[in-house]
């Protein structure tokens, strides 16, 4: 019975065998001549020397791009921490600004009150805290009080100009009437003129006069000033100035529009002049 030789596939697809080759090669080497060995070695690395720089090439450029990626993404981080850090400086520097600016108002306020003004009673600063919720020009609140002396009826004036007067009254707080609620009635003089008359709020920014006769010469411009008739408020507070003036037929009155001298929505502090 004849054998068949196994062919060299054969033996390759066995594991044990393919091992044994591999063991006897490499031992093989080892007792190869040096410079034949050498000679082997070279011969073995240069065709793997493309597939080497191949590998190395594509290891440092993927190095490179993860360095890349890394720093930049670090960049951007430290980038976004120090662009809020700079926000947060310019928020302290406005709130400081504003700040700033709020205590200068007051002081100038007071100055300009106490300069124009030789009465005895010191005025109550205070800052506007809220406003109707309407039409916002019926009243203000402010955050001062019966703690602070403030009392109802106290007149309220910003940069020496008429404001209203104190309604009501709570610990912290205080409620102003302006001059342009429609239920504010307040005496007044036509500073040029001298004619008496009543300035009456009218909810719309501006306020009206009433019981100019018809042969009161006034004039755009003119400033209406308050009377101390009655003895309620103080003379000669400015408090607006005559920007329309029309006589209608049969009318027994002038209709007169003027503009309250005091600005309420570009305001923030007022004085509260203690009775």
């Not at 662009?83 to 709020?102: M, P, W």
């Not at 919720?133 to 008429?162: C, E, H, M, Y």
């Amino acid at each position: 019975m004849r054998t068949s030789t196994p062919s060299f596939s054969d033996i390759i697809k066995n594991p044990i065998a393919t091992i044994i080759i591999l063991l006897a090669i490499s031992l093989g080497f080892l007792f190869l001549p040096s410079k034949l060995s050498s000679r082997i070695k070279m011969t073995c690395v240069v065709p793997v020397r493309p597939l080497q720089w191949a590998t190395c090439f594509c290891s440092n450029s993927a190095n490179n791009f993860l360095d890349k990626v890394f720093s930049g993404w670090r960049d951007a981080h430290v980038k976004k921490q120090l662009e809020e850090q700079v926000f947060q400086f310019k928020n302290k520097i406005l709130e400081q600004q504003d700040t700033i600016y709020k205590l200068q108002s007051k002081l100038y306020t007071l100055s300009k009150f106490q300069a124009e003004n030789k009465s005895k009673t010191r005025p109550i600063p205070a800052d506007i805290i809220g406003y109707d919720s309407l039409t916002f020009r019926k009243s203000i609140t402010v955050n001062a009080g019966s703690k602070q002396g403030v009392k109802p009826n106290d007149i309220v004036v910003s940069n020496n100009a008429l404001v209203g007067k104190v309604v009501s009254v709570s610990g912290g707080s205080s409620v102003v009437q302006l001059i342009t609620d429609p239920a504010s009635r307040i005496p007044g003089r036509v500073l040029q003129t001298r004619e008496q008359v009543i300035i009456e709020g009218n909810a719309t920014g501006f306020c009206q006069l009433k019981y100019v006769p018809r042969w009161g010469k006034l004039k755009k411009g003119d400033d209406i000033i308050s009377s101390d008739i009655g003895g309620f408020y103080p003379p000669s507070l400015p408090v607006a100035t005559v920007v329309e003036a029309e006589i209608k037929s049969g009318a027994l009155f002038q209709s007169v529009k003027v503009l309250p001298k005091v600005n309420i929505s570009k305001i923030e502090q007022v004085l509260i002049i203690t009775n």
